[in-house]
């Protein structure tokens, strides 16, 4: 009998990382995986995470169980085991017959994964587009935008393309402005590292909202922040813009610094190009660097600006590869299945 003989469907999606902006750190409720900060993200257009997925109803007598693959690797369990139970609670919601079914999904990014570069929200937001296309079903944005929080919170920002905004205690996160709001934005992403994160952010985040005596603080900072940045996005003013960018990574890793251990992402090329930043701003150039959780450094800034950026880069880092993005559309399938 071909493994194919209970095949419910299958789908290939393709998903864009969303890098924020202003930053998701720290959750209101772990188990739902709800966000107790708001964050503003942005989809990276040159970065992509495809992710093809098969359905089938299990063999009788099987022990088949869900498997995820990543670049080949088979993948812990209990990362995905919420989001597969979200799914299965979707499913008897939408159509109850369908009776038992198990997942296998393949992943592969161009980019480096599980290292800082956001490969979560991608790889979140692309398995709910997958799995649901497989099923047939059609949700609205909103609803799987919240099927892919509960894998990742930030992929629910990544089931949307160019900005997008995820509110503090929301399950779903809601687009402020598409790919071409914005057309000479660019974020230059400077791959420090590619070796995978010893700690993840979620284990980050717990460690910090246990022991950090920041952390109440991050987060009500976090929610000034958030307006005054969507009035600088709306006015497209990177100079407004940037400084808030700046203030809301800083003050997340300073949570991570003070926390028992201390969680250290940077790394010596991470503050030397951090370093480089803070100079060409000094002699007038209009760029901003951030960073998530992990090695890694985006900076954004305007596309007058990028040769010279790069110049700088390419003379100081040589050895560092770097991506040129502009900002990215939403989620899509391949016509391939
Ligand atoms: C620093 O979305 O990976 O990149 O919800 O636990 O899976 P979980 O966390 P995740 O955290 C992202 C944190 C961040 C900031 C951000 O993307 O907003």
């Given at each position: 009998m071909s493994k194919l003989d209970n095949l419910i469907g299958q789908a290939t999606a393709i998903a864009h990382p969303n890098l924020a902006i202003i930053k998701y750190w720290g959750k209101e409720n772990e188990l739902k995986n709800i966000p107790a900060s708001p964050s503003l993200g942005i989809a990276l257009n040159e970065l992509h995470t495809v992710t093809k997925v098969y359905l089938k109803h299990p063999s009788s007598n099987s022990e088949e169980t869900d498997r995820v693959f990543i670049d080949e690797k088979l993948q812990s369990d209990r990362r995905f085991a919420n989001f597969f139970a979200n799914l299965r609670e979707l499913v008897d919601k939408?159509?109850?017959?369908?009776g038992k079914f198990i997942i296998t999904a393949c992943s592969s990014s161009d980019f480096p994964s599980s290292a800082g570069l956001a490969s979560s929200a991608s790889g979140f937001a692309a398995l709910a587009l997958a799995c649901t296309s497989a099923l047939k079903f059609e949700l609205p944005a909103k609803q799987l935008s919240a099927l892919a929080r509960t894998g990742s919170a930030s992929a629910a920002r990544s089931t949307f393309g160019g900005f997008v905004r995820l509110d503090s205690g929301a399950i779903y996160a809601n687009q402020i402005?598409?790919?071409?709001?914005?057309?000479e934005l660019r974020i230059i992403v400077v791959e420090i590292e590619k070796e995978a994160k010893e700690l993840s952010s979620r284990a980050a985040m717990e460690r910090v909202k246990m022991n950090s005596p920041f952390y109440q603080a991050w987060i009500s900072d976090s929610k000034k922040n958030i307006d005054k940045s969507l009035a600088a996005l709306e006015a497209k003013n990177l100079s407004a813009l940037g400084p808030l960018i700046r203030r809301s990574y800083l003050r997340m890793f300073s949570t991570m610094f003070s926390s028992y251990p201390p969680i250290i992402y940077w790394k010596p090329a991470s503050l030397a190009v951090i370093i480089l930043c803070e100079k060409l701003r000094s002699a007038g150039l209009n760029i901003w660097e951030t960073m998530d959780a992990g090695p890694q450094v985006k900076i954004l800034c305007l596309e007058k600006e990028v040769p010279l950026l790069i110049e700088h880069l390419k003379t100081q880092f040589s050895h560092l590869p770097f991506w040129i993005c502009k900002v990215g559309g939403p989620p899509y399938l391949s016509n391939n299945d």
């Open positions: 939408r159509n109850p017959k369908m402005y598409d790919e071409n709001w914005w057309p």
